[in-house]
Nanobody, 124 residues
């Protein structure tokens, strides 16, 4: 039902911006909450942001509030993560994920489908 393909990662200097995209290539129903997680080397995968199926609810990790913006376009079956004012602490592999229901929250256990991940590296 869901196959997530992620893009937009890369190398950026501190203070710069990147926009990540994740598309459901199977173009199935857009009733799932969507989220972004990240994992740095040697660290646990952590929650970044999530958005409900109709974009009515958005939740961000405290570490990215005010800097990252999550959005989705259901006509394109795509979720975005706009990342501004990046710091080296944001360096990680970023994963998009689709929840089992209309809103996934911050727990990894609520997400059924995962993308392949895209590397974001922020230089100092």
């Amino acid at each position: 039902q869901v196959q997530l393909l992620e893009s937009g990662g890369g190398l950026v200097q501190a203070g710069g911006s990147l926009r990540l995209s994740c598309t459901n290539s199977r173009r199935t129903a857009s009733n799932n909450g969507l989220g972004w997680f990240r994992q740095a080397p040697g660290k646990e995968r952590e929650f970044v942001a999530t958005v409900s199926w109709n974009s009515a609810s958005k939740v961000y990790a405290e570490s990215v509030k005010g800097r990252f913006t999550i959005s989705r376009d259901n006509t394109k079956s795509t979720v975005y993560l706009q990342m501004d004012r990046l710091t080296p602490e944001d360096t990680a592999v970023y994963y998009c994920a689709a929840a089992r229901g209309p809103f996934g929250g911050s727990s990894r256990s609520n997400y059924q489908y995962w993308g392949q991940g895209t590397q974001v590296t922020v230089s100092s």
